[in-house]
């Protein structure tokens, strides 16, 4: 895999990938990280801590593994996301690296799961395409302490982790702010009318002023 080629999608990239074909060729993957909470911490150990608390928890047990990344959004926000993202399954997030970028592909899987792949190598061969990257939200203390947990694993080398930690954080955003979500109700239901050009534009400023923070 060439990640360090990059050219420009063209802008009929969307009605050329269908939702039908993205779903039969998508459904094989299979999920790297845990994919229930309890496989990662003993929840019945953080009953008693305050959101807070299990907040700090989760950041500082994440800090210590190798290329995986934990971060937390409210118990509305992790709520929303599944619920949306459960209705609108798939999205595209672009990685900027100095005058290019490349694409990737992200499929939700049920329940609180998002998979991550190289566009290009979807074009090139559906059914082979694998996943570059995988998040998931648990909402398991989403009721009874607000806070939903969010885990990232960053399995291809050939993305840098504060890479993927950005592409986690605008795939959350897209499904957690309104102003974002349209695009991704676009994309799934309209996609002949997604301006991918425009969406490419924002996405670049939007890395530029995340890092210049």
């Not at 570059?132 to 302490?145: G, K, P, Q, R, Y």
């Not at 399995?155 to 991704?184: C, H, P, W």
Request: negative net charge; hydrophobic residues 40%; contains cysteine.
């Amino acid at each position: 895999m060439k990640m360090s080629l990059f050219r420009r999608i063209p802008s009929n990239l969307t009605p050329s990938v269908s939702r039908k074909k993205m779903a039969r060729c998508m459904s094989g993957f299979s999920f790297a990280g845990p994919k229930k909470l309890d496989e990662i911490i003993k929840t019945e150990l953080l009953e008693d801590k305050t959101k807070s608390e299990i907040a700090d928890i989760w950041m500082a047990y994440h800090e210590e593994k190798d290329r995986v990344h934990g971060t937390i959004v409210s118990g509305e926000e992790g709520k929303l996301i599944l619920e949306r993202a459960g209705k609108m399954k798939f999205f595209i997030e672009p990685i900027f690296r100095d005058d290019g970028f490349f694409m990737l592909l992200s499929q939700f899987q049920t329940p609180s799961h998002f998979l991550l792949a190289y566009l290009e190598d979807f074009k090139m061969d559906p059914n082979r395409a694998q996943p570059l990257m995988t998040f998931s939200v648990f909402n398991d203390l989403a009721e009874s302490h607000k806070v939903s947990l969010v885990r990232c694993d960053v399995i291809n080398k050939g993305i840098e982790e504060s890479e993927g930690v950005r592409v986690m954080q605008n795939v959350l955003d897209a499904y957690r702010l309104d102003e974002d979500f349209t695009r991704v109700e676009e994309f799934n239901e309209k996609p002949t009318t997604f301006d991918v050009d425009d969406f490419i534009s924002s996405m670049n400023q939007k890395w530029k002023d995340d890092g210049s923070q």
